[in-house]
C-alpha cells in the first residue's frame, strides 16, 4: 500500500510539472506572434501623421493615400472600411481629398465642372436724336507712327522736357468738352482716361513734342494736317498742333469725338470706356483706340447673326489689332514713370 501510494504521488507530480510545461509553452508562442493591445496602440501613435487618428485601424479614409494607380486600387479592398475614429477626425477626411485617394463608398462624388454660356457682346443700338456724325473718308494708307515706321522722322523743333508734356497730357484729358454737333445740337463729353491720353501719346511719339513723322503728324499726338481743320471746327477752337497745348488739345479732341461717334452710333449714346462687368471686355474702348490710329471710315462695330444660335450680336471690325494691344498694355504698365 505504501509502495503504490509513492507511485500515485510520483505519477501524479509527474503529470502536473508536464502540463505547467505545456502551458508555459503556449503562453510564450502567443505572445511572440501578437502583439498585445498597448503595444499596437503605442506603435500607431507613433506612426501616425498630422491629420492621422492614433489607432484608427486601416481605414482608407484616415490615411491620405498616394496618386499612383497601385494605391488608388488598394482603395477597394474589402477591409478598407470607414472607421469611427477617422470619421470623428475632420484633418483625416481633407487629407484623404487632397491626396485624391480614399474609400470609394466614402469619398464625395466629383461633378464636371458647370460651363458658364458666353455672354455676347451687345447689339450696335444708335442715340436717339442727335449725334456725332460720321468722319470724313478715311486715308487709303493708316498712319504709322514715327517709332514704328521704317522712315526716319525729322525734329524741325526741340522736345519739351517729359515732365511738361506729361502735365499737358493730363491737364487736356481732364476738360469736359462740348462737342458741336452738325445738326446743330451740341453734346457734352466726360472728361478721358489720363492713362489713355498718355498710353496713345507714348505709342505715337514716345512723348516726343518736336517730332515729325514721314507721312505728316506732328508732334506728341502726332496730329495730321485734316485733323486740324476739322477738331477746331467740331469744337470751336484754333489750336496749333505745332505747339505742345495745342498739338495735345487737338489729339484729346479727337479722342472725345471717336468716343461720342462710336458711344453714339453703336452704344445708345453711353461713353463708359471701362470693362463690361459681365465679360471683361471693353468694346468702346477698342474701338476708340483704334480709330485713332487707323480713321474711323476704317473702323466700325456691326451686327452678326452668331450662326449656332441665331442670336444676333455684336461684332467689332479693326484692321490694327496689334496697335490696340500696345496701347492697352502701355496704359497698365505706365512706362512714363519710370522713364528719366
Known amino acids: 500500500m505504501k509502495l503504490s501510494t509513492t507511485r500515485r504521488t510520483t ?16 503562453g510564450t508562442e502567443s505572445a511572440d506572434k501578437h502583439p498585445n493591445a498597448a503595444a499596437s496602440t503605442t506603435l500607431t501613435a507613433a506612426g501616425a501623421t498630422p491629420g492621422e487618428t492614433a489607432g484608427a ?25 470607414p472607421s469611427k475614429t477617422a470619421k470623428a477626425t475632420p484633418g483625416a477626411q481633407s487629407g484623404n481629398a487632397k491626396s485624391g485617394g480614399g474609400n470609394a463608398a466614402a469619398a464625395p462624388t466629383t461633378q464636371p465642372p458647370v460651363e458658364k454660356p458666353a455672354i455676347p457682346a451687345p447689339v450696335p443700338t444708335a442715340k436717339p436724336g442727335a449725334v456725332a456724325l460720321p468722319p470724313p473718308p478715311a486715308p487709303p494708307v493708316p498712319h504709322v507712327p514715327p517709332l514704328q515706321s521704317g522712315c526716319q522722322p525729322s525734329k524741325p523743333q526741340p522736345d519739351e522736357p517729359k ?27 466726360p472728361s478721358l482716361p489720363v492713362n489713355l491720353v498718355k ?4 505709342q505715337e511719339s514716345g512723348w516726343q513734342s518736336g517730332i515729325l513723322a514721314c507721312d505728316g503728324g506732328i508732334g506728341t499726338m502726332q496730329i495730321m494736317q485734316n485733323t486740324v481743320s476739322w477738331m477746331n471746327g467740331k469744337y470751336g477752337t484754333n ?4 505747339t505742345l497745348n495745342g498739338n495735345v488739345q487737338l489729339g484729346t479732341q479727337l479722342l472725345d469725338w471717336l468716343v461720342a461717334y462710336y458711344g453714339d452710333s453703336s452704344f445708345g449714346g453711353r461713353y463708359d470706356l471701362s470693362p463690361d462687368p459681365a465679360t471683361g471686355k471693353t468694346p468702346l474702348l477698342d474701338l476708340v483706340i483704334s480709330a485713332y490710329n487707323a480713321g474711323a471710315g476704317n473702323v466700325h462695330y456691326n451686327a452678326v447673326t452668331d450662326p449656332t444660335t441665331s442670336e444676333v450680336v455684336g461684332s467689332l471690325d ?23
Open 318 to 340: 479693326i484692321p490694327n489689332p496689334k496697335y490696340v494691344s500696345n496701347v492697352k498694355a502701355l496704359m497698365a504698365g505706365q512706362p512714363w514713370n519710370k522713364a528719366g
Open 57 to 81: 485601424g486601416p481605414s482608407a479614409s484616415a490615411t491620405p493615400a498616394p496618386t499612383d494607380s497601385a494605391s488608388a486600387g488598394s482603395s477597394h479592398s474589402p477591409s478598407a472600411g
Open 163 to 189: 515732365a511738361t508734356v506729361g502735365a499737358a497730357l493730363t491737364a487736356a484729358a481732364g476738360q469736359p468738352r462740348v462737342l458741336n454737333l452738325s445738326s446743330g445740337g451740341t453734346d457734352q463729353l
Open 11 to 26: 505519477v501524479l507530480v509527474s503529470a502536473v510539472a508536464v502540463s505547467t510545461a505545456v502551458l508555459a509553452g503556449c
Open 199 to 202: 498710353a496713345i501719346a507714348w
Open 239 to 242: 489750336s496749333d498742333p505745332k
